[in-house]
């Protein structure tokens, strides 16, 4: 039997126990609006990550990444859906919408398992099916709670899903990954600060030096959990590396209903149910491919 290493499933648990308290945080940014925020998200985490690969010498690596126009093309529309994430989930936080977004990285799982199908031509087992069939039930039931789809929580499940499939495409170190995404961002996103500025839009600068610092330090709080979670990744088995990830979005909705005292009527609440529901059966069908294919007699 296989012996997991601890070490690595405490960076797997510190990297997800991280993002699931990134609503806190985000919160602490406020007066300052999402775009703002975004901005100096991506800015900071260019300045932080390229600190990063100066000090591990791996700007060989960036290159290397970069060298061919397919990888490059790619890498780019990676970095154009991280922004997308990045800046739903800011929004969604701070306009008080933290169950909503809760429920996109409950999704997510299953948008992955549905884009290995639609891009890779996977085969899903019976199963399997049941599980995206109850998502999308519980898709429906929750537009029916909101009167609308649930945009953001679809805009992150969608975006975050599409992003892990282009780096799988694209395999790139978590690290190097980050910078070159940040430096195909950070004209835009300097741009936009610029412009919030000479509008008197901006509050970086304008609150308080705790407000300003906490600004600077996104760029940490975004890497920090990535490489966490790129170590985990090399020394955890998939398998359970997924089960992880459920740590996030428990947190997070918890977070929501405990902390922000955000309302979860019962037609919202049987959706999420339905959720659940799906990702048990998801899980459970899982685990046991899992455990059949460790007892199985080698060949």
Known sequence: MT?????????????????GLFPLYWTLLEPAGSLEILGHRIAWSLV??????????????????????????????????????????????????VVETSLGYFINPLVSVALGVLVFGERLRAIQWVAVGLAAVAVAVLTVDYGRPPFIALALAFSFGFYGLLKKLAP????????????????????LLVLLHARGDAAFGEVS???????????????????????????????????LQYLAPVMQFALGLLVFREPLPPGRLVGFALVWLALAVFTADLLRRNRRELVAPAI
């Open 48 to 97: 932080f990550t390229a600190v990063i690969v100066a000090v591990r010498r791996q700007w060989a690596a960036v290159r290397s990444a970069v060298r061919t126009r397919r990888t490059a093309l790619i890498l780019v529309a990676a970095a154009l859906l991280i922004s997308v994430n990045w800046g739903t989930y800011i929004y969604g936080v701070n306009s008080g919408q």
């Open 209 to 243: 030096a705790t407000h300003t610092g906490l600004m600077v330090l996104s760029g940490i709080v975004t890497a920090v959990p990535l490489m966490f979670f790129a170590a985990a990744a090399r020394r955890v088995p998939l398998t359970q590396l997924g089960l």
């Open 172 to 191: 790139v170190g978590a690290t190097e990954g980050l910078v070159i995404e940040s430096a195909v961002l950070v004209v835009p996103a300097v741009g």
């Open 3 to 19: 012996v997991t290493p601890r070490r690595g499933i405490s960076y797997g648990v510190a990297a997800y126990l991280l993002w």
